[in-house]
């Protein structure tokens, strides 16, 4: 499927807020993960923020926090496919941006943080986070001018005031002139505000609804059950007000077979429903967190029996309500 640009844009933000493939908790409620001095970590999720030699990320289910350290002789590649730790082109450091998806592998240290030795992302998330932040730095700059003007303007007059003061028979005058420089000043300052709320709340996400679609054994067409509940729930969803709304769909598969074929099968359920989605219903791709196949992880019965099983075989559409693009 092919993504244009806006489309891309579209998920770059979304996948900075929204922190991809399989979250469903608000990033605000992830806890810290503290990991044990000397233990060996693998772990995948998305940089919330960024300092100049570590960076903050979230888990893929949203409930984790960890601090990763960058070393000297950290590796940083990209993969040709997806995620895991194998060969691909380096980059530096600085590549490592909000928004992005990656995976890291290192050892803990004694204040709980990740050493990292080996950082790997798909190149398709980094331009995605490179788009992001080319859209978010000059919002930020803007902000940073505001607040430098309102604090200008506040110096400015308190001078107008003390100089006028004491001029005879000007004071009311000067009163006047302070009140209507305040006034403009607090209008400044509740613009900046509201911008920051908007940006902070870009991080901020709120689960609407989980729509489970089912899937036959090893097969990654939408059958007609799986196509009665998404007509089900696009009625329900046209009642709504979806101002804000972002969609995240997220395959998943039983535990038959090899690791590597139940990610590919994932995935193509995934991008099965996705299709449905906007060839049936015109779902706009600039509300799709990019889609995510999870294999036989997280399943949410066992898949000792053949009932377990099947509930594992499933898609996943995740409704989401980001409080940034909705001025919540």
């Not at 993960?33 to 960076?55: A, C, L, Q, W, Y």
């Not at 950290?74 to 060969?87: C, E, S």
């Amino acid at each position: 499927m092919k993504v244009n640009r806006a489309s891309l844009i579209g998920m770059a933000v979304a996948a900075m807020l929204y922190l991809t493939g399989g979250a469903l908790s608000i990033a605000a409620q992830a806890e810290d993960k503290r990991v044990p001095e000397g233990t060996r970590v693998n772990v995948v999720g998305m940089i919330t923020h960024r300092n100049p030699d570590s960076f903050t990320m979230i888990s893929l289910d949203a409930k984790d926090r960890y601090v990763v350290n960058i070393l000297p002789d950290t590796t940083v590649k990209t993969n040709t496919k997806g995620l895991g730790l194998r060969g691909g082109k380096h980059y530096e450091t600085s590549y490592l941006l909000r928004g992005l998806r990656l995976e890291v592998e290192g050892r803990g240290n004694a204040d709980g943080a990740i050493q990292a030795e080996d950082i790997r992302f798909n190149e398709t998330d980094l331009r995605s986070a490179q788009m992001l932040e080319v859209r978010m730095d000059p919002v930020e700059q803007q902000v940073l001018a505001n607040k430098a003007n309102i604090a200008a303007n506040t110096e400015r007059i308190s001078a107008t005031e003390q100089n006028q003061q004491r001029m005879a028979g000007q004071v009311a005058e000067n009163t006047a002139l302070a009140n209507r420089a305040q006034g403009t000043a607090d209008s400044a300052q509740a613009a900046a505000d509201l911008a920051n709320n908007r940006i902070n709340g870009l991080d901020d996400f709120e689960e609407i609804k989980t729509i489970v679609v089912p899937f036959a054994v090893g097969k990654a067409t939408l059958g007609p059950q799986g196509k009665q509940i998404i007509e089900e729930a696009a009625a329900w969803a046209k009642t709504q007000d979806r101002n804000g709304w972002m969609v995240a769909v997220v395959g998943f598969a039983d535990s038959s077979g090899n690791s590597a074929a139940n990610k590919l099968l994932s995935e193509r359920r995934s991008n099965a429903v996705i299709g449905y989605l906007v060839s049936k219903h015109n779902m706009s791709l600039t509300r799709l967190v990019q889609p995510f196949g999870a294999g036989a992880d997280q399943p949410v019965a066992t898949n000792d029996t053949a009932e377990g099983r099947a509930q594992n075989r499933r898609v996943e559409i995740r409704l989401l309500l980001n409080k940034g693009i909705a001025g919540k």
